[in-house]
């Protein structure tokens, strides 16, 4: 079974669940999970985790992630994007200058509204489950960062520009305040992810490409380990008498380990043989480790 993550380009047409499935036929494995759905209209970066990166998942929706985005003005949409049912068209009588004021004053942080058709939740129910059966419910607004916004083009009706930021950020949604703000409303003409935290697009393999590798036995060159999503945490190794605890999973005392003096936060762990096998935190005053993450 292959253990780690794959730097998957999803192309537009198909779902990210999709994606999923024929990766599990091509790797032959059931153990795959993904992070950071996007629309079937979407394309780019989507980070796969596999076998036990799957305990990843969580970990890694919570990283920010970069877009390029083009915008259609004066038209409004019930799922916010081309793709959906046109509600309202609005002749636009804004210029250029007003267009980059309206687009720039989102940047930092804002309270925004999710759109109907998503993959959240209200009394146990998805929205979009919601919105397709002709019910349209209250959302509360939730707090999301744009952390910059570069405008690459304008062309009215369109705009195309570049927006990194938070979790929870729909990019749809944000086309749709932008246009509020602007009074011509406006939705979402295409959308492609080009980043989710260290992972950049340049690096990323289309299914077709993914097939090839696996077919010439090469495809373990490009799963990155489940251990460097943590590089940036310091190691601790445990001795060969404590076998038995970390293979448990239980708390990690200081003489279970090999001499170091820690300081509170996450710790890569590794058995005697070197094998990363979990993630742990140090609580400096109890003065052990406690489970964070187990990866065997």
Known sequence: MYNGLINVYKEPGFTSFDAVAVLRGILKQKKIGHTGTLDPAAEGVLMVCLGNATKLCTFLEEKDKTYICKMRLGVTTDTEDTTGKIIEEKEISCGEDAIKEAINSFVGDYK???????????????????????????????????RSIEIAEIKIPYVTFTVDCSKGTYIRSLCRDIGEKLGCGACMEHLKRTRVSFFDEKDSLKLSQIEELAKAGRIDEFILPTENMFSDRPAIFVN????????????????????????EGLYRVYNAEGIFCAVYEYDAKKEYFKPYKMFF
């Open 112 to 146: 925004q509204i999710p759109p109907m058709y998503s993959a959240l939740k209200k009394d146990g129910k998805k929205l979009y489950e919601l919105a397709r059966a002709g019910i349209v419910t209250k959302r509360e607004a939730r707090d999301v960062k744009i």
């Open 240 to 263: 060969g008498e404590s076998a038995r605890i970390i293979n448990n999973g239980n708390p990690l005392l200081m003489s279970n380990i090999k001499p170091t003096e820690p300081e």
